[in-house]
């Protein structure tokens, strides 16, 4: 069965520093897809990021960008110049391949970000 | 494109008392999910519909929880009766069919509280 585990429950930083979310996945799997998602205080969940696991190269957008290491079954998130707006929870996922295709969350990272 | 449309966005009923919540998906996204978010965790996959057929309802409280999706289109959750723990975020989500694996994207959510 898959995990996916964030330890980090809450973070405070203030705007324009830097944070990193750390997330941890679990699978026997060799082919699998990764993703962010930002829930702001509305609710509903906006989708960051999909990353598959055949592709380790990191990536950037903008002030967002992504650590994919296998080899530590990690998938980390950094925000760069954290701003205000960027308060909200963060989830990571995994999902497998196959036909089911079902995400399985982490319990997610509260990032609130002071001015 | 228009997004992932829910309704209600709130409801408040009595234990044993039955609801049921309503999803409108993209416009053209085959397969419809609807999740689970109890407060402080992440979501819980209920079931997932490949158009009008059920994919996986396997952890869906099948006594209480019932689900459609007729013209493999808009979708229907129902719960009867409730409980205090179906206090929670329901949220749908939808996703393209053909091809490699598709983001699925999320609505608002329905915000559930059963007193």
Do not use: M
Request: with cysteine; hydrophobic share 35%; glycine share 6%.
């Amino acid at each position: 069965a898959q995990k996916v585990t964030q330890a980090q429950t809450e973070i405070s930083v203030v705007e324009k520093e830097d944070v990193t979310l750390d997330c941890v996945y679990e699978t026997r799997d060799t082919t699998y897809y990764l993703f962010w998602y930002k829930q702001p205080p509305s609710g509903e969940l906006v989708f960051l990021i999909r990353r598959n696991s055949f592709d380790e190269q990191n990536e950037i957008s903008g002030r967002y960008s992504w650590n994919f290491q296998k080899s530590t079954s990690s998938f980390n998130f950094t925000i760069t110049a954290s701003q205000v707006v960027d308060s909200a929870v963060y989830f990571c996922a995994l999902c497998l391949s196959g036909s089911a295709r079902q995400l399985t969350f982490g319990s997610g990272t509260q990032l609130t970000v002071l001015p | 494109e228009a997004g992932v449309a829910q309704s209600p966005r709130y409801k408040i009923i009595e234990k044993r008392q039955s609801v049921a919540f309503w999803c409108n998906p993209i416009s053209g996204h085959a397969t419809l999910y609807w999740y689970q978010q109890i407060l402080g965790q992440g979501p819980k996959l209920l079931i997932q519909f490949q158009n009008n057929g059920v994919v996986d309802d396997s952890q869906l409280p099948k006594d209480r929880f019932s689900a459609e999706r007729l013209k493999g289109v808009d979708s229907t959750l129902k719960i009867q009766p409730a409980k205090l723990e179906d206090s929670a975020v329901y949220l749908c989500a939808s996703s393209q069919l053909k091809g490699s694996l598709k983001t699925q994207y999320f609505g608002p959510g329905t915000r559930l509280l059963v007193l």
